[in-house]
C-alpha cells in the first residue's frame, strides 16, 4: 500500500496544499473542547474516553490537512479506539458485568460490523457513510435492552443516536451538495460528532454517579 497516496474525498479540497481544507482542519479543535471540558468531570476510564478524543481531534487534522493514506489511518484509528473503549464501559457500568466478560462482549464488535457494514453499504446515497453507520444502531440497541433497567440511561443513550444521526446526514451531504454550497458540510459532521461524543462521556458520568449515589 502507497501510505504517501493523496486522498481527495471531501467537497473543500481543491487541491493538494496542506490548507486546502482549512474549515474542516479547523473545526477538529471542537474535539479537543469537548475533551477538555470533559476531562475535569470524570475519573478513570471517563478519562481514557477523553484522552482518545483528543487524539480523534488530532488524527482528523492530520487527515484534512496531509490528506494521504497513512493521516486517513490516523483518522480512523482513534475512532475505532473510541468505540470499544466505550463498548467496554458500557458491559462494565451499565449492565454491572466483570472485566473479562465486558471485555469479551465488546471484541463481539467486529462480527457485528462485518456483518452490518455490507448491508448499510446497499443503501443508496450513505456516501461512504456505511462504515460509522452501525455505530448509532447499536447504541439504539443498548438504550432499548435497558429502558426497563434504566430508564433514564436509555432515553440519554437515544440522545446521542439522534445527534450522531444527525451528524452523519452532514457527513453524507457533503459531496451531494458541494456544486451548490462549495465549502462542503463535513464540517458539521466535525462539530455534531464532537459534541456527540462528549455526550456520550457525559452519559457514561451520570450513570455512575448515580450508581455511586444509590450504594450510599
Not at 468531570?41 to 474516553?49: A, D, K, M, Y
Request: hydrophobic share 60%; glycine share 8%; aromatic share 12%.
Amino acid at each position: 500500500m502507497d501510505w504517501t497516496r493523496a486522498i481527495d474525498g471531501y467537497c473543500e479540497r481543491l487541491g493538494p496544499d496542506f490548507w486546502a481544507e482549512p474549515v474542516n482542519a479547523a473545526t477538529n479543535l471542537a474535539f479537543l473542547v469537548a475533551a477538555a471540558v470533559m476531562w475535569p468531570r470524570v475519573s478513570g476510564i471517563g478519562r481514557v474516553l477523553c484522552g482518545v478524543l483528543a487524539v480523534i481531534g488530532l488524527g482528523s487534522f492530520l487527515f484534512h490537512t496531509y490528506a494521504q493514506a497513512w493521516a486517513a489511518m490516523a483518522d480512523v484509528l482513534p475512532i475505532l479506539v473510541y468505540v470499544l473503549v466505550y463498548i467496554f464501559a458500557a458491559n462494565r457500568d451499565f449492565w454491572g458485568l466483570g472485566v473479562w466478560p465486558a471485555l469479551r462482549l465488546t471484541l463481539l464488535f467486529f462480527p457485528y460490523a462485518a456483518a452490518m457494514v455490507p448491508l448499510f453499504s446497499m443503501i443508496p446515497g450513505l456516501g461512504g457513510s456505511e462504515a460509522y453507520a452501525p455505530v448509532p444502531l447499536l447504541i439504539a440497541l443498548y438504550a432499548l435492552a435497558l429502558r426497563r433497567r434504566a430508564p433514564v440511561l436509555a432515553r440519554n443513550l437515544m440522545i446521542g443516536v439522534g445527534l450522531l444521526v444527525l451528524s452523519l446526514t452532514f457527513r453524507t451531504l457533503d459531496a451531494a451538495l458541494c456544486p451548490t454550497w462549495p465549502m462542503g458540510t463535513h464540517f458539521a459532521w466535525h462539530l455534531l460528532n464532537a459534541t456527540m461524543l462528549g455526550w456520550m462521556i457525559e452519559v457514561w458520568r451520570r450513570h455512575t454517579l448515580a450508581g455511586a449515589s444509590r450504594a450510599r
